[in-house]
């Protein structure tokens, strides 16, 4: 079994709805991370946690919230989808090495 | 703010050449180094990093990479390609703060012709 597992691995969506994208960890980590990844544009962090009552935004924060339910699930949310957020998702988990193990990833498309 | 640079879009390198993909980067303090390698269709997996100690750091897969610290380099090399390193690398940094987050560049797509 994988590590990081992200749900679903692949979306489509309209424009206007309202998304969820599901992360579970095993690996015990404390730390969190949604990312997303565009061509040309690398990774680029949304939101992170660094414990369950932690939460913090990352660069690309607007129009997305997450909710850490457990140390393990970390969800994220797009509360009104828009074109431009077409890209693949990633979650991450960390130690406390910051050596990050990521999901295999949700590919998201808006239409 | 800490940011990463790989100053390549793309590397084109023959099979059994040596290659050498860059990285520069900006932090305050001392930094935590990293490379992660992305295959077609899959997340990204951790090949090396660097903390401190010796400059020369050895990864998974047969590569490694060199920490230059008046250069604020960290390239990612390997002896000897193979055509099965074709594959999306990122280097990426932290402040080593404790409660720093990676900041990651924006990949480099190695081609390892046969």
């Known amino acids: 079994d994988a590590d990081v597992t992200q749900t679903p691995r692949n979306r489509i969506t309209k424009t206007g709805k309202r998304i969820m994208l599901e992360c579970s960890q095993t690996k015990g980590h404390d730390r969190m991370y949604w990312y997303r990844q565009d061509p040309g544009l690398g990774l680029r962090l949304i939101y992170y946690?660094?414990?369950?009552?932690?939460?913090n935004k990352g660069e690309i924060s607007d129009g997305y919230s997450v909710s850490r339910q457990a140390q393990a699930k970390f969800s994220l949310s797009l509360e009104s989808a828009i074109p431009n957020q077409t890209a693949l998702y990633f979650c991450a988990t960390a130690g406390q090495d910051e050596k990050l193990f990521f999901g295999s990833g949700t590919q998201l498309s808006v239409l | 703010a800490q940011s990463v640079a790989q100053p390549e879009d793309q590397v084109n390198v023959a099979e059994g050449n040596p290659l050498t993909v860059k990285c520069t980067y900006s932090v305050s303090g001392n930094p935590y180094l990293f490379w992660y390698v992305q295959y077609p269709n899959r997340g990204l997996q951790f090949l090396l990093k660097?903390?401190?100690?010796?400059?020369l750091v050895k990864g998974s897969y047969g590569f490694e990479a060199e920490f230059n610290k008046s250069q604020t380099s960290f390239h990612l090399k390997k002896p000897s390609a193979l055509v099965s390193d074709s594959a999306l690398y990122f280097c990426?940094?932290?402040?080593?703060?404790?409660?720093?987050?990676?900041?990651f560049g924006k990949g480099t797509m190695l081609l390892v012709s046969p």
């Open positions: 990426a940094v932290s402040s080593h703060s404790g409660y720093s987050t990676l900041t």
């Open positions: 946690s660094f414990d369950v009552k932690d939460i």
């Open positions: 660097y903390i401190t100690g010796d400059n």
